[in-house]
């Protein structure tokens, strides 16, 4: 009777296709349906390979995953790659968090102002507003 391969986690399988085929496409990115045709993923299966590579196999290889409209996902060495991407992560986030404030607290705090809970959220979220603010630029 033949042994039975260990079942490897999806996710890290998925990781590893994603990652040997944007480190074969270096110094260029792929796009999700060139790493779909490179892998033979789906494009869901490539996502949660995109997701595996950033949370574990960049941190391990200390070569961050960036992705731009033009040249897709790519292993860049470039550090000013690294800090543009980051950028654009932080206006991203920042906008997020904006909504919130503005389509979320405001509102509960101008309908209750004496809200202790909502006063704490917008002082504690406007701190961290003007750092996204700050790390964006």
């Known amino acids: 009777m033949p042994r ?9 399988h998925y990781g590893d296709l994603v990652r040997v085929a ?10 999700t349906y060139q790493l779909m045709a490179a892998t033979r993923l789906t494009r869901s299966q490539v996502g949660r ?3 595996h ?3 574990v196999v960049a941190a391990e290889n200390l070569t ?3 992705w731009t409209r033009r ?4 292993f860049s060495d470039d550090p000013a790659d690294w800090i543009e991407y980051d950028k654009r992560q932080f206006r991203q986030i920042l906008g997020r968090l904006t909504r919130v404030i503005t389509g979320t607290l405001d509102p509960h705090l101008a309908r209750y102002p004496d809200d202790e809970w909502a006063q704490l959220a917008t002082a504690q979220l ?3 507003r003007a750092t996204l ?5």
């Open 126 to 128: 406007t701190g961290v």
């Open 133 to 137: 603010a700050q790390l964006s630029k």
């Open 49 to 51: 390979g995109i997701r």
């Open 4 to 12: 039975r391969r260990e079942a490897r986690p999806l996710a890290e």
């Open 64 to 66: 961050p995953i960036t």
């Open 71 to 74: 040249d897709g996902f790519m």
């Open 22 to 31: 944007l480190m074969e496409a270096r110094p260029a990115g792929l796009h």
């Open 53 to 55: 590579v950033r949370d």
